[in-house]
């Protein structure tokens, strides 16, 4: 039974992580900002890795080999039929309500996706026996809450550039 759970998790990250890829290549078109812009495309390409990571994961536990060319194409592929009509439709509505947003807002709905996207790596991790498994989710929790703090930097940043330097930098510790 631990199998066939192991894969539900599985499954289950596999999607939230493919949600989380369309929602920063759809905010990396939105945001003016060219820092906010870098940002967004980046961790969309560290979701794309995180994908590909869990995907092979996946096919391991499942028995199957995995093949040397998978691509991210080819796994999100396997997981389209498993979105109903409702998400999709949700997911475009959150993508058209977020077009007219300004930056902060954008910046704002990021760190909060990813900020559940790390409490639901954790929660999974506490839940699983499977070390190679349990680990392997922590790692993600532990990516998530990086880009998290990475995603309130930025917004830090964009507020107020001076207070975010002289904090920084901490140009009062000269000589220490």
Known sequence: MEGIQSLSRLDAALINEKRT????????KNI???LGKDMFQDLAEKGRRN???LYQFRRRRAGERPGLNDSLENSAAAFEGSEDDFEKRLSR???RALADYDDYTILEAAS???DKASAF???FSEMIKDPAERELFRSLAGMKHEHFLDIRDVEEYLKDP???F???EHHGLDGA
């Open 21 to 28: 890829i369309d929602f920063f290549v759809e905010q990396a």
């Open 32 to 34: 003016k900002n060219p």
């Open 51 to 53: 994908f590909r990571m």
């Open 93 to 95: 509505g959150i993508a």
């Open 112 to 114: 909060s996706l990813i």
């Open 121 to 123: 790596f954790s929660h």
């Open 162 to 164: 001076g207070s975010w």
């Open 166 to 168: 002289a904090e920084m």
